[in-house]
Each structure stands twice: as C-alpha cells, then as structure tokens.
C-alpha cells in the first residue's frame, strides 16, 4: 500500500519558556500513512530508504511516500506484527526481529526467509554483512551465508540476564556491555574465503564500581547511565571517559531511557512513558543544561540520519517526528498569484537598492515588484511589467542581472545585452558586435571594480571588455572574445561565472565542466571534473562556488562535485539522498552552509561536515521545480532567492529563538497550506 505524503506546514508557538526553539520539527502522524503510529525502531540503508518498524507492521519511507510492507503470497509474511529491531546488512538485506523469529527481507526480491529458531528475547547486531545474536548464556550466534545458516561460538561468564547491550564498533571489536558494568570485548576475525567467524577475548574488565542502567552505542562512543544516575561519555578509540550530567531527577520523574544520542555538542534523551529532553551544552560554562520538548509522549526509539543532518524520532502513538538544528523561513512567491499575464519560468532575480524585485522570465519579460519585504504579503505589492514590447529589451527571454557601477543595472537576454538606467528610468540596448557577430544568449554578467565586464554566454563563449561612459551611459570598449574547441557553437554553452575577485574567474561549461582564467596566458583552462566518471553529465556544470577551506563547489547534472585544493573529488548526488542530480544553482548562506537548487526541491549543505537537508514539495514548498542560475542572495538582509518553472522561493535564516515548525501528514487534505506563505 503507498500514500503519497501531502501535508500542511503549521508554525507552533510552545508554552514553556525552557522549550526547545532553535530546532525544526517535522511530525508524520497520520494512520493512513504508518501502519501503526508506535514506532520502535528505524534502520536506514545505502541509498536512504528508511525502514520504520511499529508496534503493527513493517513501514518504508523515501523522503517522499510511505510504503506498508505487505506480504506477496503464503510464504512472503513476516513473523511477527510488533517489530522489535531492523538490522540492514547490505546487498538489500534487512533483519527483523519479532517476538515469534527472526525475518531475513530482501527489498529487491520481496522475499522473506525465516529463522524460527530465534523467539521471544534476543539481542541482535550487525557485523560486515551478517549478524551476531544472543540469546542465552555463554553462547553468541552469527550468520554464515555461505550456508545460510546460523553457526555457534562459545563464550565465558556471560550472563545473558545481565546483558544490556550487544555492538560493534569500528575497529572490528564485538562488546558485550552488563548491568553489573562488565565490558566483554572481542575481537572479531572472519576468514575471506570461508566466511567463518571467530572470536578472541580482547578485554574483560573488572568488576566496575559503576553498576549500570543503560548503555548505547553511537559512531565510536559509548553512552553510559549508571545506578547512580550519572551520564557518561566514553570514546572507545582513546579508552577516555567524560562525566556529562545527572539524570536523577529527570529519571525519577519520567522513568526509563529507551535511547541516547549526541547530536552536534548536545544530547537527545528519550524515555519511555515521558517524552524527549535535550540536555544543551551551554557555551559559556560548557555545562548542560535540561532543554523539553514538545512531544508529550513515550520514546521508543532515536537514529540520526546516514545523511542529512537530522534526527528521527519514534513515539509512542505519534507517529514519527524529525529534527534538525537549523531554522529557515522559507516564502514562495508564484507569477499566477500576482499577474495573469506572466507564466514563463523565472531565470532571473535580482533586488535592488530601492528594494524593488526584479524577476526575469525566459519568454514574458520582466517583473518589477515595488517594496519588497520579506514578511509582506502579495495583496501589498504594486508591480510593473516590461517587455519588448513597452521597453527597448531586447527579447522577452531574460537570463540575468548583475549590479552596474555606472548607476544602471546590466541585463543579459537571449537576443543580447540591455542596461537599465536609474537615472533615466528606462531600459536602453548595448549592442556587442565581435569580428561582426552579434553577441547573444547571455547567461550571466559580472562587473568588477575597475570597470571591466565578463558576459558568459550559452553557445557564444566568453566576452570580457572595458566599461566606459558617455554622456551617463555605458559603453563597451576593448572587447575580446574567448572560446574553445575551434569555436564550436555547441562546445560554448557557458552559464555562470565566479569570481574569486577581480583577477581570478570560473566559468561553468555544459558538456566541458569548469574553466579557469589565466590571467598570465590570457586563456581559459580546462579543470577535469573526473574523467574516470562514466556518467558524462558530470560535465555539464551550471553553477561554481568555494567554501572557506578552499573546496570548489561544482552544481553539475550530476550532482555536485567537491573539488579540494589537492585536486580530490567527491560527488554526492541522488545515490547519497540528494532529491535530484541536476544542481541548477548555488549560494553561499555561510562559510561552509550552501544552498543547491535541484528539479525536486532545495539541498542545504553543510561542506564541514558533509551533511545535508533536504526541503520540497512535502515541506510545503510551492515552488521545486527550478531553473538553471536563477539565484540571487541579497546580502544586506541575507535573504537568499531561487526562481523556479512557476515563481520564486525566498529563504531567510531565522536566529536561535525561532519557534519549531510542526508538520502533520494528512491525506484527506486537498490542498497544501505553507503558513506565512506568500
């Protein structure tokens, strides 16, 4: 069964003071979209798809829609309803466990195997491509594929009563964590050719003098509650132990933990009948301090995601809630809601001085919107329309704007250059003639401080020249043409200049990939995107940026491509979770934060951490479909804009006090709300 996710985005205020306000907040909470709305536990794979086990059934969910797992024949069923615990192993492989066995699904085949061997109780994890369970004393179990069976190894002095947590962790050691505070570790060793397992007691502690309560493991860290209700942090790699807080009084009124994670510098704490607390480290003291949230229900599972930046959150009979750190407004701002007369795509933004809008189309002109404001409404706008028709532009297909230091404004449309001037309050042509070819298909413009413009155009190539005035008007002097490949027109598809400053300049190349500006040769060259790639839209770059440890960003049909100082490449793309392949453009919100925009939505990526979000049509965006280098960031008031097949989106960073976005999943909507929405 598939639901397609429609839901409306509702901003809410929360009550208490001490609330949790610097993070957003997302709900899937519908029936008819999970199976069951008590969620026990989350297992993500390669490729994103999340699988939700819930106290009635099996759920999968691809950023997009929810999937109810039902059985194909007599043999396909799964043992149990109450899924216990996901374990992916790779190769599409996911183990189940339910309290009746053990489920082996393959998502590419659709099959399940069962292992009826393991009922009831059990501790399972995952090693490589198989997996280790326990479920009685002094003997652990693991999976051999070779025979598709499950094979025994003996151990000494485990109590399986006292066994709190069973893990792996990255340097190929097995833990066995108890109650009393015993650590068994072994170390793991799996023979290439046959597959078997063995196992060498690598390190068995005393005694501790901290019994435990509650231990859980993420990404080389182990998180220990004690008897005593003290938090601890230990990094297994260093064997370095970190006292974080008490938990006594947050126990004792909401009983017990079901999971811990660490989350940038704080901790999520969920608990089973009460809720979700985060315990914020706080700058000044580096301390913790106790932070709710508002979730008013039991926890009976966190993950954070393989990929984005975000949290996943399972409650009991909430459904599913997701978090991120980071709060952005976002606006859509749709040509239809404002004028019947414009329904080209947007290829163009640009905010002037006078904070008047302007919005290029590929094909009705242009659109001035007078005052703009952030948080004012479309009923308030006044605009105006010019054309080729009421103005001297000269074609309706607008690609670009770019600021002039000549009190004007360049515009680039398919048919050449234009010029607005403030002083006159009119468009007027530039004609650039180069060997006698008129220079069209303007893509984008860049003026630098001493009077010198760069036009990048898409089949013409490159032209640099001089800018001089007359009379209060610009005018081209010094022109040179630059162009590769023996001039080929299909060969000089240029879309976007970078510029580094006013002596070093990328140009994005579709079918070539990025070119750089010799200013010593006076040529551009070549940068190899990855010539080992064997996908070729690699090569067709649409937008250049630079984070501030000197990593190039390239937007390719691709995905994007990190380029490092030391030449190393990285791609991300769809295969990573991105929405889309193709990054039709890029800007730079902070040092290391971007925005890429994609056919399906906007990407907000971290380049420090290689983490990312993603905001679409489901997030209650009414523009996702966007166009290649329409994107402007108005730096005075950091407002950032992307243009689309059918308006404008306008994003803004919101501070630390900034209330949670909630949003609810209802299929029996038939519209989407995105409240504050223009």
């Not at 329904?343 to 659109?367: C, H, M, S, Y």
């Not at 299909?490 to 750089?516: L, Q």
């Not at 402007?632 to 992307?642: G, P, Q, R, Y």
């Amino acid at each position: 069964m598939k639901n397609h996710l429609l839901f409306l985005f509702i901003l809410s205020a929360l009550a208490l003071p001490d609330a949790l306000l610097a993070y957003n907040l997302k709900q899937i909470a519908n029936n008819n979209n999970l199976s069951n709305s008590s969620i026990t536990c989350f297992s993500q794979d390669e490729k994103g798809l999340m699988m939700i086990g819930t106290c009635d059934g099996l759920n999968m969910y691809d950023s997009r829609d929810v999937t109810t797992y039902q059985s194909k024949d007599d043999t396909s069923f799964l043992l149990g309803n109450l899924i216990d615990k996901i374990v992916y192993t790779g190769n599409n492989n996911y183990w189940i466990q339910t309290y009746y066995g053990l489920n082996k699904y393959n998502t590419q085949t659709n099959t399940v195997e069962h292992y009826h061997e393991f009922r009831k109780l059990f501790f399972i994890e995952k090693y490589n491509h198989t997996i280790f369970i326990i479920q009685e004393s002094n003997r652990i179990f693991y999976y051999h594929e070779k025979s598709d069976s499950f094979k025994k190894l003996s151990l000494s002095g485990v109590i399986f009563s006292d066994i709190i947590r069973l893990f792996t962790d990255q340097e190929n050691t097995l833990w066995i964590v108890t109650n009393k505070g015993d650590h068994f570790c072994y170390q793991v060793f799996q023979n290439k050719e046959t597959g078997e397992i063995s196992l060498s007691l690598k390190k068995n502690q005393e005694k501790s003098q901290k019994p435990l309560a509650y231990c859980f493991y993420d990404d080389g860290f182990m998180y220990s509650v004690t008897k005593e209700y003290d938090l601890y942090r230990c990094d297994l790699a260093s064997n370095t132990e970190t006292f974080i807080y008490n938990l006594k009084d947050e126990i004792q009124a909401r009983g017990k933990i079901t999971s811990i994670i660490h989350y940038h510098d704080d901790y999520f704490i969920g608990f089973q009948m009460d809720g979700l607390i985060l315990l914020e480290k706080q700058a000044a003291t580096g301390s913790y301090k106790v932070k709710n949230t508002n979730i008013n229900s039991g926890i009976f599972c966190l993950s954070k995601d393989r990929f984005q930046d975000i949290v996943w959150i399972g409650t009991d009979g909430q459904g599913v809630y997701i978090y991120s750190d980071t709060s952005y407004s976002m606006r859509s701002i749709l040509l239809s809601n404002l004028t019947g007369r414009m329904e080209r795509p947007v290829r163009a933004i640009f905010l002037d001085d006078n904070q008047t809008l302007w919005i290029g189309t590929k094909g009705d002109g242009i659109l001035q919107l007078y005052d703009y404001n952030f948080d004012k409404g479309i009923i308030h706008y006044d605009f105006n329309i010019l054309t080729s028709k009421n103005s001297s532009l000269q074609s309706n297909a607008i690609y670009c704007f770019e600021k002039s230091r000549k009190n004007g404004l360049w515009i680039g449309t398919e048919e050449g250059l234009c010029y607005y001037s403030y002083r006159d309050r009119k468009v007027k042509r530039i004609n650039i003639a180069v060997d006698g070819v008129k220079f069209k298909y303007i893509h984008d413009i860049y003026e630098t401080n001493d009077s010198e413009i760069w036009i990048a155009s898409v089949g013409m190539g490159i032209v640099k020249a001089k800018v001089e005035e007359i009379k209060g008007d610009p005018v081209l002097k010094n022109i040179q043409w630059y162009r590769i490949n023996d001039n080929d027109f299909e060969s000089n598809y240029f879309f976007s200049i970078y510029s580094e400053n006013d002596s070093v300049f990328w140009f994005s190349n579709r079918g070539y990939g990025p070119f750089r500006y010799n200013k010593r040769t006076d040529n551009l060259e070549p940068v190899n995107v990855n010539n080992q790639s064997t996908n070729q839209t690699i090569h067709d770059v649409f937008a250049i940026e630079k984070d501030k440890q000197g990593t190039y960003l390239f937007g390719t049909g691709y995905g994007l491509v990190e380029y490092t100082p030391d030449e190393n490449y990285t791609v991300f793309n769809s295969q990573n979770g991105f929405l889309n392949n193709s990054i039709h453009a890029i800007l730079k919100m902070t040092d290391t934060v971007f925005l890429l925009s994609t056919n399906r939505g906007l990407i907000v990526f971290n380049t420090e951490r290689n983490v990312f979000q993603t905001f679409e049509q489901s997030d209650g965006l009414k523009v996702v479909e966007f166009s290649d280098g329409a994107a402007f960031k108005d730096n005075t008031n950091d407002i950032l804009f992307f243009g689309g097949i059918n308006g404008i989106l306008a994003i803004r960073k919101e501070e630390k006090d900034i209330q949670s976005y909630r949003v609810h999943f209802k299929l029996s909507l038939k519209t989407i709300t995105f409240v504050n929405e223009l």
